[in-house]
């Protein structure tokens, strides 16, 4: 009774009532219209992220032909694997997201993002539209994971579009020419993956990354030809890796910059703050994921009989977990859990989830958004909204499709 329509406008402009109400009625629920049981407080969510009776398994139960390049991709990435695969496939590519190597990176993250905000700023001067995601939150992580894998600039144009098209299966009805698109953008982007580990390997085409090392196609390649039996990645599982990086290294975080921005400037309050006190950066990030998550939903199927706080969840049947609705429960965010404190601390939010899929990329999200509010607040302090933002008809994936920003005073 209380299930929402997740292609209803009215509940994609503003899930989260909605999502209180089901809080309210109960941890799990029945949702004929997703066809899964959804956990909706942190506890339920939580313990489905972390029961190891829980998996994500790429199922071949459903492929179909017309599928092939999209379920090769799947089947072969680290998000979608269980056990011994995926602990070995998320060591490899572990290291290249640590927090040393992130540290790393920052000078280059700053950089760009000040140069993107400098770009932005000076349209708004010149009193053009300045579309925050096409100017800001959209280029910064693709050029970002797009450097630390090595694909060069000329061959970047695609990825977004690619990208949009595969993570729009994860939304619950895709539609037959979502299916295409995105078997497509499957087969098109494992063709550039297969491209660039041949030129690495013939030794042509290595591009400067202006990264802190070798690009990680050139470190998977390494392991993936050194056929050690403890590391070894084949060929399919290097491509598939490659490709959900660059998807998970940038989906998310375009939505959290849009989201974030669009949450600080409907509270100016928490604008004014973050003005007046640059140190609220980190705990600033934290809040904004908490409070508008970007990934509001991950599914998960049981490999063995389980319960979710009192749910049966049979072997082989699915449960998803509704991350939009853990971040705002009062149960674990008190009675304000509605309300964005951008100095909130403790704040133990789920939007990287939790358990052995944990986010690879965390700390990397952390560096750019913070990068972007820093060169934000000091560069455009009197941002303001232009208009109505658009919003993306997704509701897995909640963000902006356009966010025209203007300033309200220095103009
Ligand atoms: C604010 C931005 C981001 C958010 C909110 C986010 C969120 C998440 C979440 C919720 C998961 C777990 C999915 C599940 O349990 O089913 C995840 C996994 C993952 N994320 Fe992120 N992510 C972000 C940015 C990034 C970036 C920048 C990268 C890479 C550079 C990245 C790489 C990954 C990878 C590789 C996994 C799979 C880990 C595994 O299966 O062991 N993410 N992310």
């Known amino acids: 009774m209380h299930a929402f329509d997740p292609a209803d406008p009215g509940f994609l402009a503003d899930p989260y009532p909605a999502y209180a109400a089901l809080r ?44 092939a390049a999209f379920n090769l991709l799947h089947r072969n990435s680290l998000l979608e694997r269980e056990g011994e695969p995926h602990t070995r496939l998320r060591r490899l590519v572990a290291s290249a997201f640590g927090r040393g190597h992130t540290e790393r990176l920052a000078p280059l993250v700053r950089a760009r993002a000040g140069a993107l905000v400098d770009g932005l700023v000076d349209r708004i001067r010149d009193g053009a539209p300045a579309d925050l995601v096409e100017l800001v939150a959209a280029p910064l992580p693709v050029a970002v994971i797009a450097d630390l894998l090595g694909v060069p600039e000329d061959r970047r144009a695609p990825l977004r579009e690619w990208s949009d098209a595969i993570v729009r299966m994860y939304e619950p009805d895709p539609g037959d020419e979502g299916r295409r698109a995105a078997e497509q953008a499957s087969a098109d982007f494992t063709a550039l993956l297969r491209v660039l580990v041949d030129e690495r390997r013939s030794g042509r085409g290595v591009p400067a990354t202006g990264g802190p090392g070798p690009d990680l196609i050139t470190d998977l390649l390494a392991v993936r030809d050194a056929g050690s039996s403890s590391v070894r990645l084949d060929e399919d599982e ?14 998310a975080t375009v939505n959290v910059v849009g989201n974030g921005v669009h949450a600080l400037l409907r509270h100016p309050d928490q604008w004014r703050r973050l003005l007046d006190d640059p140190e609220l950066v980190g705990t600033a990030v934290e809040e904004l994921i908490r409070f508008d998550a970007p990934l509001q939903l991950f599914e998960r199927t049981a490999v063995v009989d389980t319960t979710v706080a009192g749910h049966p969840v049979p072997a082989g049947s699915r449960i998803a977990t509704l991350l939009g609705a853990a971040g705002r429960d009062p149960a674990v965010f008190g009675a304000d859990a509605d309300h964005l404190d951008i100095g909130r601390s403790p704040n133990p939010h789920l939007g990287f989830g939790a358990g052995v899929h944990y986010c690879l990329g965390a700390p990397l999200a952390r560096l750019e958004i913070a990068e972007v509010l820093r060169a934000l607040r000091e560069r455009l302090p009197d941002a303001a909204l232009d208009g109505e933002p658009v919003r993306r008809p997704r509701f897995v994936m909640r963000g902006w499709s356009e966010l025209r920003l203007t300033a309200a005073v220095s103009r």
Not at 238 to 251: I, K, P
């Open 238 to 251: 290097l491509v598939g890796t490659a490709v959900l990086l660059l998807m998970a290294g940038h989906e």
């Open 24 to 67: 309210a009625a109960g941890p799990v629920h029945d949702h004929p219209g997703l066809g899964v049981p959804v956990a909706v407080t942190h506890a339920a969510c939580s313990a489905v992220l972390r029961d190891r009776g829980l998996g994500r398994i790429w199922s071949d139960a459903e492929p179909a032909a017309e599928l």
